[in-house]
């Protein structure tokens, strides 16, 4: 048996396997042929070189190279690492996110040549206003009471706190209190503030006796306490009881609360008392809160002479327009910059006068730890105010030519040598009240924020267009009041601002495409005119249905009584 045969011999015998052959022809001596990788490549080659020669051949004759190659290529990159040189560094490049970087001079300068040249359409100041009122036009509706009221069932002194508009958002819901309460209105105190300081008293700012006698059937209304009432509480009005109030409380909450103590005391005080009613009241509220507002209030005589003579002055300015002229509210003052916490073009010199401006007006607000400001978030946001020179794009825009006369209503410009220039070249024909009035005429109210308000505030509310450029009081009052004498329409511009970031944000757009972005915009604005007030709506911002009622359905009411 063969060694390596287990297997029994059935006879036939197993031939021998045949010897292996060598492993490979070219390792037997004698036969060595010059190779890829022979080792006698080169005969000039160092014995290092040779000896490196013959392990990278071995290796690569054998699987083990897979062993060895990562460590090969960590080798290569660790040496390749040593000797390359990593100073220069690749510049990548980085657009701000959307709205941190104010770009509306840019795209100004780029527009310019193409919207002074446009005349491809008449001037918005004649057309603007096209939308047909749904059912018909409204008008003041506001009902008198003719009969005697009913004896008092105390008084009632409120502080009104805040600016003009403000002031008056406290008169209006003091009226309505104390006429739901069958009370005695004592003329409202207006509480001096830090930041309007503005001394002025009710009967500077409007016409006391026409108040009182507008009101005289339907609120009682005096100018101080009997003495022989006060003498109860030391003649001090310190001592008499203050409510407290929440902001935006129901009427309910006056009867059930406020009217025990009423008739307990006899005297009340509530302060502070602005936005201290809620805007959802019935209607008997309502009544008197439009009766207040559109019938009342009356500028004082000074203020109502100066403001009904600008409105003049400006039309006539505007006879090119049949004596149409545009108002603009623009809120761009260095309070109302800094409070936005918006980033503009002022570089070093706008940082410092904001931060000092802020640490003026609101001490500590905006430096509270783990508060961050995101001004590119606040710009998207629709949050900036618009600069005048945004202002202008939107207006030119809109359709209104060079020629258009602007009325503007605003106090101090912030930095206004150089934020007013792009308004003025692009409509020159802008005035404001200095411009309009003399020093000499102006000189009663200059040091007296809300009658400089009172007087910007009339001319405003007689322009043919009204241009809200910002939240606040102001154009909240304006609204409704314009929509009170102009058949239920505001005639007003209130732009979408998220938008217009967006637009001024684009550096590519071009004139024709922007153009045509914000006429859409003000066809929007016109859409919007009239608006019924919703539940929760100011009655001061949408007087119809409560203040207002259609005029063709009285009409029709009176043909068909008279056949």
Not at 361 to 371: E, I, L, M
Request: with cysteine; aromatic share 10%.
């Amino acid at each position: 048996m063969h060694p390596y045969n287990r297997l029994p011999s059935s006879g036939h015998s197993t031939p021998s396997p045949p010897p292996s052959p060598l492993r490979s022809p070219r390792l037997r001596h004698g036969r060595s042929k010059t190779g890829r990788f022979s080792p006698n490549r080169g005969g000039g080659r160092t014995a290092a070189q040779r000896l490196s020669w013959m392990f990278l051949s071995v290796l690569l004759r054998r699987q083990g190279v897979f062993l060895f190659a990562p460590l090969i290529y960590i080798s290569g990159m660790l040496l390749y690492m040593g000797t390359a040189s990593f100073d220069v560094v690749p510049v990548i490049k980085h657009r701000p996110a959307p709205g941190s970087v104010y770009r509306s001079p840019q795209l100004y300068a780029k527009l310019r040549l193409d919207m002074d040249s446009d005349n491809s359409s008449a001037d918005a100041i004649s057309t603007i206003w096209k939308t047909p009122y749904r059912g018909g036009e409204w008008k003041p509706c506001v009902n008198r009471s003719s009969e005697g009221l009913p004896e008092s069932n105390g008084y009632i002194y409120v502080e009104a706190n805040g600016g003009l508009n403000q002031q008056r958002t406290s008169v209006c819901n003091a009226v309505a209190v104390a006429g739901y309460l069958n009370a005695t209105l004592v003329i409202p105190n207006f509480h001096y503030h830090s930041i309007w300081k503005d001394p002025s008293k009710f009967r500077d700012i409007y016409d006391e006796e026409y108040f009182v006698n507008t009101l005289k059937n339907d609120v009682r209304v005096v100018d101080k306490i009997p003495e022989f009432l006060m003498e109860r509480f030391g003649s001090n009005m310190t001592n008499v009881h203050n409510f407290r109030i929440k902001a935006w409380s129901s009427i309910q909450y006056y009867r059930d609360v406020v009217l025990p103590k009423l008739l307990e005391e006899k005297v009340i005080r509530i302060s502070p008392f602005a936005n201290r009613l809620s805007f959802d009241a019935p209607s008997v509220v309502q009544r008197l809160r439009c009766l207040a507002n559109y019938e009342a209030l009356r500028f004082s005589s000074p203020i109502l002479t100066i403001g009904e003579s600008l409105v003049e002055r400006m039309r006539k300015r505007s006879a090119i327009n049949d004596g149409k002229y545009v108002s603009v509210h623009l809120r761009f003052e260095e309070d109302m910059v800094a409070f936005s916490c918006c980033v503009f073009d002022g570089g070093k010199q706008e940082r410092e006068d904001m931060i000092a401006a802020r640490e003026r007006g609101w001490k500590g607000k905006f430096t509270k730890p783990g508060r961050v400001i995101r001004p590119g978030a606040i710009r998207i946001n629709g949050k900036c105010p618009l600069t005048p020179l945004e202002v202008g794009l939107m207006l030119r825009g809109m359709g209104f030519t060079k020629n258009t006369s602007i009325f503007l209503a605003s106090g101090r410009i912030y930095n206004a040598e150089k934020t007013m220039a792009p308004l003025l070249q692009m409509f020159p024909n802008l005035h404001t009240k200095e411009t309009l009035a003399s020093e000499e005429e102006l000189a009663p109210f200059k040091n007296y924020s809300s009658r400089m308000a009172a007087i910007d505030y009339t001319v405003c509310l007689h322009s043919e267009v009204f241009v809200t450029t910002q939240g606040g009081n102001f154009p909240h009052f304006l609204l409704g009041h314009r929509r009170y004498l102009y058949g239920g329409h505001t005639k007003t511009i209130k732009p979408d601002k998220r938008k217009l970031a967006l637009l001024f944000d684009n550096p590519n757009i071009g004139w024709k495409s922007l153009k045509r972005q914000l006429l859409s915009m003000r066809s929007h604005s016109d859409s919007k005119g009239v608006e019924l007030k919703r539940p929760n709506d100011s009655i001061y911002s949408f007087p119809c249905p409560d203040c207002m009622c259609r005029a063709n359905r009285t009409d029709d009411s009176r043909s068909s009584s008279a056949t």
